[in-house]
């Protein structure tokens, strides 16, 4: 697949998009508006969309819970109104406000996810065994953090997706730090993606901080995977500007990160990364920036009205909740 001037400006603005979702979700939770936690992705947005611009409604998503899955589902189609609202509480959530961190979408092949770090490795493999059987050419995205891939579940999917030859992209967000552990005290191995070898399964290792080059290593595995070709893995090089989630220490081992350390990250921001390209090949221009940046604020403020309007749950939801009849 050659990426059109359509394309690009898609990536472009699915960046833009999970950006502004992402420090509005964090604005609401500090001010009091978001229930529970969230885990920031600023800086680390490109993988989840890059890796999901292209896929079809009907593949399946495992998404990563880095921005609560937020870059991964806008990317994939999803509209993330009732998300926020989930977030809040809100009987107009998905969940009609029972759940703040399980996104669920069937029409768009997202069925939810386990809190529990690691969890979508078995998951993933039976929505390959389910596409697979289905014969129309459907695949699976599964994200993932670097601090996921020390699960023994991650070995065993490996292993049956391989042999088996699943429809299955693996994407890993190595972002250095599984949540305090800094990637060099876990791994001797530059790449998570060596690990990939002994299965026999081809891998990639792309600058996730390149939404366009993440793609295009995405778009090449999703085409291997729908033309039977069985599995990939892509290890997404990429960052995360804030602490592992609001209100935790930002540590890395014991140490807490420096403001100097934060900001030589942020030179390498992935939105003014795809723009200055972008605008060096002439597919963005100023006013064209200045209008996709419009239209996302327009978005942003009407999914806070959304959730802001939404009614709380009625009690007696709880017992259809808990309680099979």
């Known amino acids: 697949m050659r990426l059109t001037k359509q394309d690009y400006l898609r990536l472009y603005r699915n960046l833009v998009r999970a950006r502004a979702y992402d420090v509005m979700f964090a604005r609401r939770l500090r001010g009091g508006k978001l229930l529970a936690f969230y885990h920031q992705a600023e800086g680390g947005e490109a993988p989840g969309v890059g890796s999901c611009t292209f896929l079809r409604q009907d593949d399946f998503l495992y998404p990563h819970y880095r921005g609560h899955a937020v870059p991964h589902m806008l990317s994939k189609g999803i509209d993330p109104k009732a998300y926020l609202a989930e977030h809040c509480g809100k009987a107009n959530g998905m969940s009609n406000g029972l759940s703040a961190f399980h996104p669920c979408a069937p029409e768009f092949g997202v069925y939810g996810w386990c809190g529990a770090v690691g969890f979508?490795?078995?998951?993933?493999?039976?929505?390959?065994?389910?596409?697979?059987?289905?014969?129309?050419?459907?695949?699976?995205?599964?994200?993932?953090?670097?601090?996921?891939?020390?699960?023994?579940?991650?070995?065993?999917?490996?292993?049956?997706?391989?042999r088996w030859e699943l429809p299955i992209i693996w994407v890993c967000e190595n972002n250095g730090l599984a949540m305090f552990v800094p990637y060099e005290d876990v791994y001797k191995a530059e790449h998570i993606a060596d690990l990939a070898k002994g299965y026999g399964m081809p891998a990639e290792v792309v600058d996730g901080q390149d939404v366009i080059a993440v793609a295009k290593a995405a778009i090449k595995a999703i085409e291997r995977a729908r033309s039977g070709g069985g599995p990939s893995f892509i290890e997404c090089k990429t960052t995360r500007f804030n602490e592992h989630d609001i209100g935790t220490p930002d540590l890395v081992g014991t140490r807490k990160r420096t403001p100097?350390?934060?900001?030589?990250?942020?030179?390498?921001?992935?939105?003014?990364?795809?723009?200055?390209?972008?605008?060096?090949?002439?597919?963005?221009?100023?006013?064209?920036?200045?209008?996709?940046?419009?239209?996302?604020?327009?978005?942003?403020?009407?999914?806070?009205?959304?959730?802001?309007?939404?009614?709380?749950?009625?009690?007696?939801?709880?017992?259809?909740?808990?309680?099979?009849?």
């Open 120 to 162: 979508q490795f078995h998951v993933s493999v039976g929505f390959g065994m389910a596409a697979k059987r289905n014969r129309r050419g459907q695949v699976v995205m599964s994200n993932f953090g670097d601090g996921a891939t020390n699960r023994g579940l991650m070995h065993e999917a490996f292993l049956m997706a391989t």
């Open 260 to 325: 100097e350390e934060i900001e030589t990250l942020r030179q390498r921001d992935p939105v003014k990364i795809c723009r200055d390209k972008l605008l060096k090949s002439r597919v963005l221009t100023q006013k064209l920036i200045q209008q996709i940046d419009r239209e996302v604020a327009a978005e942003i403020e009407e999914a806070e009205r959304f959730a802001d309007a939404g009614p709380l749950p009625e009690p007696s939801v709880l017992e259809t909740a808990l309680y099979a009849d």
